[in-house]
């Protein structure tokens, strides 16, 4: 029944920004725990934004201060805004439902001059 789909992935200029954003089916993801991850190659997977049903949020310390987590009750889609992309932000990005095994299917982030 859960289905996240991502967007929103692309080509950006170090320094540049882009926002993703995840829209969700079979969740209301206002009152769901939701969260970003990212995988570069060669790399763990690694929490980059995490977004409380009470709206708290939390961030990895490498991207805390540049992206932003939020959420939008009226599309059901959870959103990732990304400011001043470094080349160490390339990588897929995925939504998912915290906690459990429901992912999208990723959106690649390029950040290059």
């Known amino acids: 029944q859960v289905q996240l789909v991502e967007s929103g992935g692309g080509l950006v200029q170090p320094g540049g920004s882009l926002r993703l954003a995840c829209a969700a089916s079979g969740i209301l993801v206002s009152i769901t725990h939701m969260a970003w991850y990212r995988q570069a190659p060669g790399k763990q997977r690694e929490l980059v934004a995490f977004?409380?049903?009470?709206?708290?949020?939390h961030y990895a310390d490498s991207v805390n201060g540049r992206f932003t987590i939020s959420r939008d009750k009226s599309k059901n889609t959870l959103s990732l805004q990304m400011n001043s992309l470094e080349p160490e932000d390339t990588a897929v990005y995925y939504c998912n439902l915290y906690a459990t095994s429901h992912w999208g299917q990723g959106t690649q982030v390029t950040v290059s001059s």
């Open positions: 977004i409380a049903g009470d709206g708290t949020t």
